[in-house]
């Protein structure tokens, strides 16, 4: 792929990487990653396994939100064809929240009880 979403995704990616580097132990930057790992557009730059691993390395470090790491866990499994367990994972972010903050999270549920993948909307 060619142009500024390229570079901006490298971008990205080379970013978190330094934050990484800096701050190993930042859940976020983690979460963050393995969320664009496994939810970029463009297939040239998911990698499921490596969404996996950036996800679960979030949930073992302190300071991460539950839910959050949970959907973003989720999307890491839909994207490597793991859809069992990003069904789990995504049943449990949905039981973990109220009626009212359900329906994105909800989405992404049924997508991945039609063994769909996530793709975050392109800008």
């Known amino acids: 792929m060619h142009g500024p979403l390229k570079g901006e995704k490298d971008n990205m990616m080379q970013d978190l990487d330094k934050a990484i580097e800096v701050s190993p132990e930042d859940s976020p930057v983690w979460s963050i990653r393995a969320w664009l790992l496994a939810t970029f557009t463009?297939?040239?730059h998911r990698d499921g396994k490596l969404a996996v691993a950036a996800a679960t390395r979030a949930m073992e470090l302190p300071m991460w939100s539950e839910f959050r790491v949970f959907d973003v866990l989720a999307a890491a499994y839909a994207e490597s064809g793991d859809f069992e367990q990003?069904?789990?994972w995504q049943t449990k972010v949905v039981s973990m929240?109220?009626?009212t903050q359900r329906v994105d999270y909800?989405?992404?549920?049924?997508l991945y009880l039609e063994r769909k993948p996530y793709r975050e909307p392109s800008p």
């Open 42 to 44: 463009n297939a040239d």
């Open 86 to 88: 990003a069904v789990k």
């Open 106 to 110: 909800e989405s992404r549920l049924a």
């Open 97 to 99: 929240l109220p009626p």
